[in-house]
Nanobody
Framework: QAQLEETGGGLVPSGGSLRLSCAVS????????IGWFRQAPAKQRETLSC???????AYTDAVKDRFTISTDGAKKTVYLQMNSLKPEDTAVYYC??????????????????WGQGTQVTVSS
């Protein structure tokens, strides 16, 4: 059974950086697309970035040029490097894997294995 665990969240000042990690077990990164998402209080969960099994990546406009997704197959870990953080980036961040596709897909219903989330708070 697939399990994902996010780590690396915390409190950071505006303009700072964090690197989130998503440790994956029970599945392999070469057979499942992986995505990063976030959900702020009273807001819907939104897609941030995703990576296909061939390494193709996609980003939403809110994080493009600030966030970078990457994988380490040997460590079975997916990373989200977040730079130039803003207070509006404050949210719970989740990683998820798709059993439906190996391609880049930003639509949330494609993803069916989810981690528990890690809190990111950006102070102004």
């Amino acid at each position: 059974q697939a399990q994902l665990e996010e780590t690396g969240g915390g409190l950071v000042p505006s303009g700072g950086s964090l690197r989130l990690s998503c440790a994956v077990s029970g599945i392999t990164l070469d057979m499942h697309a992986i995505g990063w998402f976030r959900q702020a209080p009273a807001k819907q969960r939104e897609t941030l970035s995703c990576i296909a099994t061939d390494g193709t990546t996609a980003y939403t406009d809110a994080v493009k040029d600030r966030f970078t997704i990457s994988t380490d197959g040997a460590k079975k870990t997916v990373y989200l490097q977040m730079n130039s953080l803003k207070p509006e980036d404050t949210a719970v961040y989740y990683c998820a894997a798709s059993s439906r596709t190996t391609y880049v897909r930003t639509t949330i219903p494609y993803y069916d294995y989810w981690g528990q989330g890690t809190q990111v708070t950006v102070s102004s």
